[in-house]
């Protein structure tokens, strides 16, 4: 019978072993994303959802095979869309045991420029509501779960702890999110991860490129020597775009750790340890928070969004992250 990687009160039971041909936190993070990762099988099912402000996020509908058991929506990172690899293998994991599939972009991602009129933001927690409301009003299976990565991630567990009893989730996850936005920033600014600023602050610049060519957004020229860091990039768009007076001021009001305490379903925080930028320290004020239904693993290897093992499922915390919905779900 199989084992849950993590019981509800976070006991880990599987270890994750990282590939050994992938040595040090930075090959761990950056060679996984640039493996090849399937597509669901099929069309995807495309459902705009109205967030409010003029404004839709488009989230793209698979089904499994066979008889549908539950719901899982998954919700990308900074600079992502819903077909990034990690979303794409969780996908797949989940479709192959029987979850209905919803891949949420964020504002202005994956294409999706004309259907809103502002920037995403990690705060935007009433648009992960908003579409967990329409997924259940669709009448698909029950239960409904919540996966986020990385910023998303920070915006999932941000929805369960200002939703508390009223969570049209289930159950909860964030993986390698960044809780302490701030804390994370400065993580970045080391040295050692400007090439994690480089490969952001271009994704970013580009975003912005493309929203400006279908409507006018304020701002300096969206160029990687203009901008340099994700930093100074919320100083200059999102900040201003989502009406807050800096950068800072946007870290401290959307980052999710001051509302875990109140998250009341069950919730998984998975981030290893050698996270380059997410540092593992910003989840021990969390860890015995009273009355949170909150479980955690911290693998020593496994990067940012990385957990690529020798063997099959090669993305490990998609599987970690089913093992504990379906777990803690009774699946």
């Excluded at 967030?51 to 929506?73: D, F, I, K, M």
């Excluded at 040295?191 to 409507?215: A, D, K, T, W």
């Excluded at 875990?260 to 910003?282: K, N, Q």
């Excluded at 239904?293 to 693998?299: D, G, K, V």
């Amino acid at each position: 019978m199989r084992e849950p990687v993590l019981a509800c009160g976070g006991v880990e039971r599987e270890v994750f072993s990282p590939a050994r041909w992938l040595p040090g936190r930075h090959l761990r993070t950056f060679v996984p994303s640039l493996m090849a990762a399937p597509r669901p099988d099929g069309l995807d099912e495309i459902l705009d959802v109205s967030v409010g402000e003029g404004s839709a996020v488009r989230v793209l509908l698979n089904h499994p095979a066979g008889a549908a058991r539950g719901t899982l929506l998954l919700v990308h990172g900074l600079g992502g869309s819903a077909d990034s690899p990690y979303v794409r293998r969780t996908a797949c994991l989940a479709l192959a045991r029987g979850w209905v599939v919803a891949r949420m972009n964020l504002r202005n991602c994956g294409g999706t420029e004309a259907l809103a009129r502002t920037l995403y933001n990690g705060g935007q927690w009433n648009d992960v509501g908003r579409v967990l409301e329409d997924l259940d009003a669709a009448a698909l299976p029950r239960p409904i779960a919540a996966a986020g990565f990385s910023l998303g991630g920070n915006l999932v567990l941000l929805f369960a702890g200002r939703a508390a009893e009223g969570s049209a989730a289930d159950a909860v996850a964030g993986v390698n999110p960044p809780v302490d936005l701030d804390a994370c920033c400065h993580a970045l600014e080391r040295p050692s991860n400007f090439p994690y600023q480089v490969h952001f602050s271009r994704l970013l610049c580009g975003q912005i490129r493309r929203v400006r060519s279908v409507r006018p957004l304020p701002g300096p020229e969206a160029t990687f020597w203009r901008v340099r860091t994700v930093r100074r990039f919320d100083r200059f768009f999102t900040a201003p775009d989502a009406g807050y007076r800096s950068a800072e001021a946007y870290y401290a009001a959307s980052s999710a750790g001051p509302h875990l305490t109140s998250v009341r379903v069950p919730a998984l925080i998975l981030s290893a340890a050698d996270d380059p930028f997410v540092p593992v320290e910003t989840f021990a004020p969390y860890r015995s928070a009273p009355g949170a239904r909150l479980s955690f693993a911290h693998p020593a290897k496994g990067g940012h969004l990385g957990y690529w093992q020798s063997h099959e499922p090669r993305f490990w915390a998609g599987k970690a992250v089913l093992d504990f919905f379906e777990d803690v779900l009774r699946f």
